[in-house]
């Protein structure tokens, strides 16, 4: 009786996922990237080498077909830890349900800002946690919460917007709600791209933090050259981010390498960090990727080098 229904069990598991798939096409992607960084710091800090998670990740996205052009979707992205386990987390890094339809999307949940989303028009080094170019110097929350976005088109311009709500619990009376909202638009051409995006922070108490990046991307043959500048004023300070990048493509090896010039605005706190990376395809889903990074804040640098493996599905 016990082998007869587990038998049936496991034909109904075989035959369920590919009748909800058809209906609701579920897609299962990911990426599992690891690398072996080695970082040479400045003064009494020592010497690190270590194994290093390089952005994996594991995800479920799908929609289904509501009629008259109308779509219900969703999106569930986990961090994934192949290094340290204890760092993964179901839904840590994505978590959207909306609607779409001629008109763009509208959808309510969790993940990276549209500001966010500028900046790494900018930034091929994002795919590892620590060396890129821009993420440390946005002031902005890399992802937000309790969000609602809007996504839209019109012709070769893309647009979005998002409103993060503080949800403020447990705060004592008349303590306000944080509130983070951001918007970026693209105009995208055979040759080149513009790309502007506004942002502001909110925090519980305090002065707003403002953020305004623009910059544009020019190719030529294999040969592309980026050019941005980030602005932040913070209510107190204001500092600007100038951006330099150039890549260059032969065949299955890409080459990138770039500069950003922190806090310009006041000399005290200027910083300088410099990255190059190189990148070759094995195959359409596996990348060997060498970076190395050189960041210098009016003292001795830090150098770090890493040399990863990425696989994605």
Same mark, same amino acid.
């Given at each position: 009786?016990?082998?007869?229904?587990?038998?049936?069990?496991? $034909? $109904?598991?075989?035959?369920?996922?590919?009748?909800?798939?058809?209906?609701?096409?579920?897609?299962?992607?990911?990426?599992?990237?690891?690398?072996?960084?080695?970082?040479? !710091?400045?003064?009494?800090?020592?010497?690190?080498?270590?194994?290093?998670?390089?952005?994996? !990740?594991?995800?479920?996205?799908?929609?289904? #077909?509501?009629?008259?052009?109308?779509?219900?979707?969703?999106?569930? /992205?986990?961090?994934?830890?192949?290094?340290?386990?204890?760092?993964?987390?179901?839904?840590?890094?994505?978590?959207?349900?909306?609607?779409?339809? #001629?008109?763009?999307?509208?959808? $309510?949940?969790?993940?990276?800002?549209?500001?966010?989303?500028?900046?790494?028009?900018? #930034?091929?080094?994002?795919?590892?946690?620590?060396?890129?170019?821009?993420?440390?110097?946005?002031?902005?929350?890399?992802?937000?919460?309790?969000?609602?976005?809007?996504?839209?088109? =019109?012709?070769?311009?893309?647009?979005?917007?998002?409103?993060?709500?503080?949800?403020?619990?447990?705060?004592?009376?008349?303590?306000?709600?944080?509130?983070?909202?951001?918007?970026?638009?693209?105009?995208?051409?055979?040759?080149?791209?513009?790309?502007?995006? =506004?942002?502001?922070?909110?925090?519980?108490?305090?002065? $707003?933090?403002? !953020?305004?990046?623009?910059?544009?991307?020019?190719?030529?043959?294999?040969?592309?050259?980026?050019?941005?500048?980030?602005?932040?004023?913070?209510?107190?300070?204001?500092?600007?981010?100038?951006?330099?990048?150039?890549?260059?493509?032969?065949?299955?090896?890409?080459?990138?390498? +770039?500069?950003?010039?922190?806090?310009?605005?006041?000399?005290?706190?200027?910083?300088?960090?410099?990255?190059?990376?190189?990148?070759?395809?094995?195959?359409?889903?596996?990348?060997?990727?060498? /970076?190395?990074?050189?960041? =210098?804040? +009016?003292?001795?640098?830090?150098?770090?080098?890493?040399?990863?493996?990425?696989?994605?599905?």
């Amino acid at each position: 009786m016990n082998k007869k229904l587990i038998a049936l069990a496991v $034909a $109904a598991a075989a035959i369920a996922p590919t009748a909800f798939a058809a209906g609701n096409e579920v897609v299962l992607y990911g990426q599992v990237n690891v690398g072996v960084e080695i970082s040479a !710091r400045p003064g009494a800090e020592p010497d690190q080498t270590k194994i290093s998670n390089l952005s994996s !990740r594991i995800g479920f996205k799908g929609q289904e #077909d509501l009629g008259d052009g109308l779509s219900a979707f969703f999106k569930i /992205e986990s961090a994934v830890a192949p290094d340290d386990a204890s760092r993964s987390g179901f839904g840590t890094r994505e978590a959207w349900v909306g609607l779409k339809g #001629d008109w763009g999307s509208v959808a $309510a949940g969790r993940g990276k800002s549209p500001y966010t989303q500028a900046t790494e028009e900018f #930034d091929p080094f994002y795919l590892d946690d620590s060396l890129g170019l821009t993420n440390h110097g946005s002031n902005d929350n890399y992802r937000i919460n309790n969000a609602i976005r809007f996504d839209g088109a =019109y012709g070769p311009v893309t647009y979005s917007y998002a409103n993060s709500f503080g949800e403020n619990k447990g705060a004592p009376a008349g303590t306000r709600s944080t509130n983070d909202f951001s918007m970026q638009a693209k105009y995208a051409a055979e040759n080149f791209s513009l790309v502007g995006a =506004y942002g502001v922070f909110k925090p519980k108490a305090g002065k $707003a933090v403002k !953020r305004l990046l623009l910059g544009g991307t020019f190719t030529m043959g294999d040969l592309s050259l980026s050019l941005a500048g980030q602005h932040r004023n913070d209510g107190n300070d204001k500092f600007t981010d100038p951006l330099l990048l150039v890549g260059y493509s032969m065949g299955d090896l890409s080459l990138q390498a +770039g500069a950003i010039f922190w806090d310009k605005d006041t000399m005290a706190n200027t910083k300088t960090q410099g990255t190059a990376g190189l990148f070759y395809n094995l195959s359409k889903r596996t990348v060997v990727t060498g /970076e190395y990074t050189n960041s =210098y804040a +009016g003292v001795k640098g830090h150098n770090t080098f890493t040399l990863g493996l990425n696989h994605s599905f």
